[in-house]
């Protein structure tokens, strides 16, 4: 996991606030993903991006969450008012340019609303 | 669709013990790749081992290895003479690749392993 930089790794929000986490992927590497590991649970996909594009979002809650990863800076994971539900920890990783790479997780961003 | 099922929960072992872990997994796929990755109580996921559908050598690192049998769509991981710091949640993945899909892995639901003294 080494190079997948998230932060923070610890965010406290009140409901109805937001949230914002920042993923910088690994050097050379274009593709970014998002995963949500809620409390005692496997990790759940969320989203794949590569540069100012959403390749697939099918693991994205309808409403209050969007990605995006523009051409410059890190990916950032957007949550709208937040509820008591969001609170998980949220993992990026990163791939180079083709399917079927190892990707490598961040060390992941832990959301707690209150 | 694809699924992983890691059926095992929770394992408890006692120091030097082998212990294996198990990993079933369903694809429509030819060409698709596994993957273990280690969840340690300080929450990080790390990367263990990736291998290919066309790959069914066994491989062992260590004191880990991995058995690959496409017959029975197992991957399981076995850690010979474990020690305390083995304890974690072990993760097997899959992905099947494709443009749309890129690396994009889908998780079992982890196998909580605690090795005592």
């Known amino acids: 996991n080494a190079g997948v930089m998230q932060n923070p790794r610890h965010l406290v929000r009140r409901r109805g606030q937001e949230a914002r986490l920042r993923c910088s992927p690994m050097?050379?590497?274009?593709?970014v993903y998002w995963y949500r590991q809620l409390p005692e649970e496997g990790l759940k996909f969320m989203v794949y991006?590569?540069?100012?594009?959403?390749?697939?979002e099918s693991g994205m809650p309808k409403e209050r969450f969007s990605a995006e990863f523009p051409k410059e800076g890190p990916s950032i994971l957007r949550i709208q008012q937040v509820v008591r539900g969001d609170s998980a920890a949220y993992f990026c990783?990163?791939?180079?340019?083709?399917?079927?790479?190892?990707?490598?997780f961040g060390e992941g961003s832990w959301l707690t609303v209150v | 669709a694809q699924k992983v099922t890691q059926a095992q929960t929770e394992i408890s072992v006692v120091e030097k013990e082998d212990v294996t872990l198990d990993c079933v997994y369903e694809?429509?796929?030819?060409?698709?790749?596994l993957f273990w990755y280690k969840q340690p109580p300080s929450g990080e996921l790390v990367f263990l081992i990736r291998?290919?559908?066309?790959?069914?050598q066994n491989e062992i690192s260590g004191r880990y290895s991995w058995n690959f049998q496409k017959s029975t769509s197992s991957f399981n991981f076995t850690i010979t003479a474990s020690q305390v710091v083995d304890s974690a949640v072990y993760f097997c993945?899959?992905?099947?690749?494709?443009?749309?899909?890129?690396?994009?892995?889908?998780f079992g639901e982890g196998t909580q392993l605690t090795v005592n003294p």
């Open positions: 990783a990163s791939s180079p340019n083709f399917s079927g790479n190892t990707i490598y």
């Open positions: 050097k050379g590497h274009s593709h």
């Open positions: 991006l590569q540069k100012e594009n959403i390749i697939d």
């Open positions: 694809t429509r796929d030819t060409t698709y790749y």
């Open positions: 291998r290919n559908s066309f790959d069914e």
């Open positions: 993945a899959l992905s099947e690749g494709g443009e749309t899909s890129g690396s994009r892995l889908t």
